[in-house]
């Protein structure tokens, strides 16, 4: 069965080993990390995350709103957010309320190009994230002739200014073609609370209609209120892999795209120092449900790549293959060990696929069971030349 996921179907469960080799000079830099290379600033521990390689990060280029690379930024007082928008909404507009409650404010925005409708509203709720994603879940199937297949369930989390959150994936199917910006206003007054009347949502760009769509969405409790963060794309655009759909809808709901009002974006490299070669054991946790197959080829035409970046940033790696067909448990390494060969890795990755119709295939669970029951219960490799099925001393999951 093929089901589009956040980010691809083909999961890889990395291992790294000898962590305490990786040190920095400040702990507190340490501690205030959010996102790989980037750190906020102990003023602004709250501003929305933003993200840049090492190599061409700049800080004071991200501080700058009128660099051409600046987020596009939107402060709601009423909203207490600060939301930091990729460039590629082009179009943002605030909604209107009648009847308004003092915490309550929603903006929509969208994406023409990648075909993307997004929103955010605050809204009363003493729920915690889980059962409120829950009851919206209730709300939005109550709009007429139209169906909510879960995909992504309430997947709990913590956003980096600590808020508790729950994001979830559905798939949506609706009788009549639909516009995505007008299914969007539709699930946005479903769980606003609010008679349609008392809603006035300014009419975006419209991007032809569609029978079925991918929705993505964030649930975040705050101390007086519930934000939730939505983003739909066309069921065709978020599934191609050409496309962005799928990256900024990733990107918007993830939780680092807003943050509480009147935070501002902020940006600091970080480049930890390295006092000794690091380690990697990185395990391809592979659906080999029969519709996977044409996946497994493009990682495998990949391996030139992959290999060749793996090469090239110096860590000690060794590569493994886990293949998870219709089971989660009994899982093993092709070959019972792991390599550095990128002819064998390919070779691993293009085995015959496993058998077709499963009903509760759950590749990430069976990953899960792997490294818990077979990974970690099997000798210690020795070194960078054991290729052995067992870690190396000191792994942790990451």
């Known amino acids: 069965m093929k089901i589009p996921l956040l980010p691809m179907a083909l999961l890889a469960l990395v291992l790294l080993s000898c962590a305490e080799t990786w040190t920095s000079g400040d702990p507190q830099t340490e501690a205030a990390s959010h996102d790989s290379g980037v750190k906020a600033s102990d003023a602004e521990v709250d501003a929305p995350c933003l993200k840049c390689a090492v190599e061409d990060c700049n800080s004071e280029a991200l501080n700058d709103s009128q660099d051409p690379a600046a987020m596009v930024v939107h402060q709601s007082v009423s909203g207490d957010w600060t939301l930091a928008l990729d460039p590629a ?14 915490v309550e404010a929603a903006v929509v925005f969208d994406d023409p190009l990648a075909g993307v409708a997004g929103f955010v509203l605050s809204k009363v709720g003493t729920q915690d994230a889980m059962h409120q994603d829950q009851a919206d879940e209730v709300a939005m199937g109550a709009i007429n002739d139209l169906s909510i297949k879960s995909v992504f369930n309430r997947q709990p989390f913590v956003t980096y200014d600590q808020f508790p959150a729950t994001r979830s994936q559905r798939f949506v199917t609706v009788q009549a073609p639909l516009s995505v910006g007008l299914l969007r206003d539709q699930l946005l007054l479903s769980i606003s609370g609010h008679a349609q009347a008392d809603l006035q949502i300014p009419k ?40 962005p759909a799928s990256i900024r809808m990733g990107d918007l709901i993830n939780g680092t795209a807003i943050a509480r009002h009147g935070r501002l974006l902020k940006a600091e490299c970080v480049i930890p120092p390295v006092n000794s070669v690091p380690a990697a054991d990185i395990v391809w946790i592979v659906d080999t449900s029969a519709s996977m197959f044409d996946d497994q080829t ?16 110096g860590i000690d790696y060794r590569v493994g293959v886990m293949r998870a067909g219709c089971k989660i448990d009994g899982g093993w390494l092709s070959g019972d060990r792991f390599t550095t060969d990128e002819t064998e890795f ?30 970690q219960k099997e000798p210690a490799a020795s070194g960078s030349q054991d290729m052995s099925m067992g870690l190396r001393k000191n792994a942790q999951l990451i």
């Open 298 to 313: 493009l990682i495998a035409n990949a391996a030139s790549t992959f290999f060749a970046t793996l090469g090239a940033s």
């Open 346 to 375: 390919s070779q691993w990755m293009l085995a015959p696929t496993g058998p077709g119709g499963c009903t509760a295939e759950a590749p990430a669970t069976a990953g899960r069971n792997f490294y818990q029951e077979i990974l």
């Open 89 to 102: 909404f082009t179009e943002l507009r605030e909604v209107a309320f009648t009847n308004r409650v003092a």
């Open 204 to 243: 975006g760009s419209d991007d032809g209609a569609s029978n079925a769509f991918m929705m993505l969405l964030t649930t975040i409790r705050r101390d007086d209120r519930i934000i939730v963060i939505g983003s739909v794309a066309p069921e065709t655009r978020f599934a191609e892999k050409s496309q």
